[in-house]
């Protein structure tokens, strides 16, 4: 049972243009929300996060959204650069489901083409 | 500062053998996870420890994986015996839970190949 949903496996965006990747999740305890990015050969590195107190959060280039009503997260990248191309997870956590661990989406690839 | 220390990078070893994968997390972090990484589950968690103690292992496929932290800075993941299917990539994580956002941060992983 899937509770945290990345229903694009793939994404392509051109150098300059805004990158939108979307996270669905299913569980109403989850109350702290994450972005990894991964490279090949390479563990998840953190990205940005928020919290269900918040509806955004912002860190340079990377704004995270949150809509808890409709149980769904976005990650927006304005602009792109070829250097964002990864994989990116969301991931979410909340107390009453397994704790403190972090339950991971599938993963979104991006590709941002010059 | 060091990351999360994983060993080995990649193993591959014959069906049936035991593996074990070790890591080391970041020093003052309190919680350890083992996460498995396969193309049609993605990221799943199989346990984690809190200040040494296993708290959730719900997510460990079957007996033949088990896990230990003896201590603060060392913690190792076992299969025995091992199976094809247990070919994944494993990453091991840690944080200071909570406290610091839940953030998580994982080690470069380890890739086993099981044959």
């Known amino acids: 049972d899937q509770q945290v949903k990345q229903n694009s496996p793939s994404l392509s965006v051109q150098e300059g243009r805004i990158s939108i990747l979307n996270c669905d999740y299913t569980?109403?305890?989850?109350?702290?929300f994450l972005w990894y990015k991964k490279y090949p050969a390479e563990g998840p590195t953190f990205l940005i996060s928020i919290s269900s107190i918040k509806d955004k959060n912002e860190d340079g280039r990377f704004t995270v959204f949150l809509n808890k009503s409709a149980k769904h997260l976005s990650l927006h990248i304005v602009p792109s650069q070829p250097g964002d191309s990864a994989v990116y997870f969301c991931a979410a956590s909340g107390l009453g489901n397994s704790g403190y661990a972090l339950n991971f989406g599938k993963g979104t690839s991006l590709l941002v083409t010059p | 500062d060091a990351g999360v220390i994983q060993s080995p990078r990649h193993e591959v070893t014959e069906m049936g053998q035991e593996v074990t994968l070790r890591c080391k997390p970041i020093s003052g972090h309190d919680y350890l996870f083992w996460y498995r990484q396969t193309m049609m589950r993605g990221l799943e968690l199989l346990i984690y420890f809190n200040n040494n103690v296993p708290i959730d292992d719900s997510g460990m496929p079957e007996d033949r994986f088990s896990a230990k932290m003896p201590n603060a800075s060392f913690s190792t993941l076992k299969i025995q015996p091992s199976e094809p299917r247990d070919s994944a990539v494993y990453f091991c994580a840690s944080s200071r839970g909570r406290t610091s956002g839940n953030t998580i941060y994982f080690g470069e992983g380890s890739w086993l190949t099981v044959v």
């Open positions: 569980n109403s305890m989850f109350d702290y």
